[in-house]
């Protein structure tokens, strides 16, 4: 226990975001005060898509917000991958009424502000959380009675806890690990269009994956519909650097040579581009030194091919609320106890969507071989493969480590 009593414990999150905001939320939810420091001039969320399966959804309602997001979000009817060259369907998941009953919730996509805002909405009615914006983190100190951060300006920041949500390029994590990310090669392209400018045949109430050689194409509906998510990746010709550009739609065109033309109509819609050039890091064994730890991308930065960055993220804020609550306010304990469960859990993810990423852009035979895995599986079999991954529950999200 620090030196405050348990009524008046205090937290410092790093990192607006879903996780940091989701982080919050929890901290408060267990009677902590948290100060959140972001680095950007304002809390809010850019980018497009993102999907929410089961265990996100699970973690939501933990949290307090799943009905907030849902009102926001659009549920699918299906999951569909189609063999990009010929357009043919390789697979089909049913993610309508039998995928709520098996996994006790729905599969949606939303949009990456409109679930960012679910969340920000409560935690604005906390009284317990407040921000401060343009911060950005330059060092961290800690003892045996605390943690310390400070910013660019030299100002820091006391409290009993540290955690760093503050993503795939985090400072918290280049603070206590120092490791090296991975630049995997792959480039994603990502947009926004109008449904009045989406092809019509393309049209689809599902996240449908296009998977090519060397490439992929995804979309889904947004907001109603009103919208659809574009994004395409590609294995780049060129040593890549980590991070995010304007894109060009001249080069997108030039990696989707060979494409089916029902998939290749998408390439042009898009006013503009965002470019990322992608990268993860290796999983590590330890994530928390003493006070402070890690959740989220800072903690398990993973490639999009899952769709499960931000649904980790939310299963990794539960579990820190139930992990302190459970260590009965001792931090040090608490984050060990965190670890335990979410660091296997996460790697798992983290190597099943590198190989995901695999499968996807096969080539030759080994298209050939992708495509036939999965002929003849019922839904049901579906499910149980997709169990460990969308069946988690936040009332079991410590079973077996305490």
């Given amino acids: 226990m620090s030196e405050t009593s348990k009524g008046t414990r205090r937290v410092i999150v790093v990192g607006g975001g879903i996780g940091g905001l989701a982080a919050a939320l929890a901290l408060a939810r267990q009677n902590i005060s948290v100060e959140l420091l972001e680095q950007a001039p304002e809390i809010g969320e850019i980018g497009a898509g993102i999907q929410l399966a089961a265990n996100a959804f699970n973690a939501l309602d933990a949290l307090g917000v799943g009905e907030a997001t849902r009102r926001r979000a659009v549920f699918t009817d299906y999951l569909k991958l189609m063999d990009a060259v010929d357009a043919s369907e390789v697979v089909r998941i049913d993610v309508g009424a039998p995928y709520r009953q098996r996994f006790g919730n729905p599969y949606a996509v939303i949009h990456r502000a409109d679930i960012h805002l679910s969340i920000l909405e409560a935690v604005r009615e906390s009284p317990l959380i407040q921000f401060r914006t343009n911060t950005q983190v330059q060092a961290i100190e ?160 993973m490639t999009q091919y899952l769709a499960q960055g931000a649904c980790q993220a939310l299963e990794d804020a539960v579990t820190l ?33 590198r190989e995901m990423g695999r499968i996807y852009h096969a080539k030759g035979v080994e298209r050939l071989v992708r495509n036939s895995l999965w002929v003849d599986r019922t839904q049901e079999q579906f499910y149980d493969a997709l169990q460990w991954l969308h069946g988690w529950r936040a009332e079991d999200c410590l079973k077996g480590v305490v």
């Avoid at 009045?196 to 490439?215: R, S, T, Y």
């Avoid at 033309?261 to 898009?270: E, F, G, I, N, S």
């Avoid at 139930?322 to 306010?329: C, F, K, L, P, R």
Wanted: proline share 6%; charged share 25%; aromatic share 8%.
């Fill in 142 to 301: 800690q003892d045996e009675r605390g943690a310390t951060v400070i910013d660019q300006r030299g100002t820091r920041y006391r409290a009993d806890a540290v955690i760093g949500c503050d993503g795939v390029k985090s400072a918290v994590r280049a603070a206590l690990i120092g490791d090296e990310h991975h630049v995997t090669g792959h480039v994603v392209y990502r947009a926004v269009v109008d449904v009045e400018n989406m092809p019509p045949d393309l049209q689809i109430n599902a996240p449908v994956v296009w998977a090519g050689p060397h490439c992929h194409l995804v979309h889904y509906p947004l907001r109603g519909g009103k919208q659809y998510n574009l994004v395409v990746t590609f294995h780049s010709r060129q040593q890549e650097q980590w991070g995010v550009t304007e894109g060009s739609k001249e080069e997108v065109l030039s990696y989707f040579q060979g494409i089916h033309p029902l998939p290749h109509q998408m390439l042009d819609r898009p006013t503009s581009w965002k470019r990322w050039a992608t990268a993860d890091r290796d999983p590590v064994e330890q994530w928390s030194v003493g006070r402070v730890t890690l959740l989220g991308d800072a903690a398990h930065p």
């Fill in 321 to 353: 609320g139930a992990a302190i609550e459970a260590a009965d306010g001792d931090f040090e304990a608490a984050f060990k106890l965190y670890e335990r469960a979410r660091i296997p859990r996460t790697a798992r993810v983290l190597y099943s969507a």
